[in-house]
């Protein structure tokens, strides 16, 4: 009576605990197909693993609440590794060959990004998602906590976060980078690998890319590209992917745009660049005594080839 009651407006349960609304909500739906709030799912592993099976079945006769099966998809745990692991192969083939993915269909690109770790993340191992936070002490305070941090960061200025990006001395991985391979021709999307990481600079994820590439090349499976937001370590990762910087080393010759206009170009000698190669410690061939310049890569260019007689 009291959930047709909820359904039909007359009475007000928007005062009432989150988790209490959520939990006459749930009663008032059809039995099958009922889809739960991440924090109903939070509230409902905390009380499966405080009170064991027996005591959430005892619950389970006095209200609805998610199926065991349905929790334990969400806090199964199996054993992972940051980087390459051998297993994803025999893995990624036998989605490949289920979904009935050939040819064409294993060509593909990465798609890869960041985010941040959290306390007590809730993972959606069906969906391959994170849903939400688990923690089995204080759910709305720390929720709230959250809360407040993400709308301090946004109020914050670019200066100011750099300043308390440079001031936290971190022992343990703050974010993790994962990577998935998309097929061009089919809706097919597999985890590849993620990395812990605090920070990640262009030349790792160039490095990291070449190597995932190589290696799923080796089992059939052709990368073409890669897709990214608009962080900056992506845009300095892009602007340096080009076969044309990761092969020029000390000693090669190239023409350089020193007045940065991109009209004039003269013959330069590389001695060193950084790591990422986007800037280049060069020395004009036709005066020495000009001293050595660090240029960006967008004005520098391999030599042209010379003209035909």
Request: include cysteine; charge should be neutral.
């Amino acid at each position: 009576m009291v959930a047709n009651d909820v359904i039909n407006t007359k009475i007000d349960i928007s005062n009432f605990h989150p988790i209490l609304q959520e939990l006459i909500r749930v009663q008032s739906t059809k039995l099958n197909g009922t889809r739960y709030h991440p924090m109903f799912l939070r509230w409902a592993i905390s009380v499966y693993c405080k009170s064991g099976q027996a005591g959430y079945n005892t619950i389970k006769e006095i209200v609805r609440l998610p199926s065991i099966s349905i929790l334990k998809s969400y806090i199964n745990e199996c054993e992972q590794k940051t980087g390459w692991q051998n297993k994803i192969v025999d893995q990624l083939l036998s989605n490949l060959i289920i979904n009935k993915i050939w040819g064409y269909g294993r060509i593909g690109f990465f798609s890869h990004d960041s985010f941040k770790i959290q306390k007590g993340l809730l993972w959606n191992q069906r969906r391959n998602c994170y849903v939400g936070y688990l923690d089995f002490e204080n759910e709305i305070q720390e929720f709230q906590e959250f809360a407040h941090e993400c709308q301090h960061e946004m109020e914050l200025t670019p200066i100011e976060k750099i300043s308390i990006s440079n001031s936290c001395k971190y022992n343990l991985f703050t974010q993790v980078h994962q990577f998935m391979w998309h097929s061009i021709t089919h809706n097919f999307a597999f985890p590849i690998s993620y990395y812990g990481i605090n920070t990640i600079t262009a030349h790792n994820l160039n490095t990291i890319i070449f190597d995932l590439a190589a290696r799923l090349e080796c089992i059939g499976i052709k990368t073409i590209g890669s897709i990214c937001d608009g962080a900056g370590e992506n845009r300095t990762h892009i602007k340096s992917f080009d076969w044309y910087a990761s092969k020029w080393t000390s000693g090669d010759i190239v023409e350089v745009n020193f007045s940065k206009d991109k009209k004039s170009f003269y013959a330069a000698k590389i001695i060193e660049c950084n790591l990422e190669k986007t800037i280049f410690t060069v020395i004009p061939l036709e005066n020495n005594d000009s001293g050595i310049f660090n240029v960006e890569r967008t004005f520098i260019r391999s030599p042209m080839p010379p003209k035909l007689e």
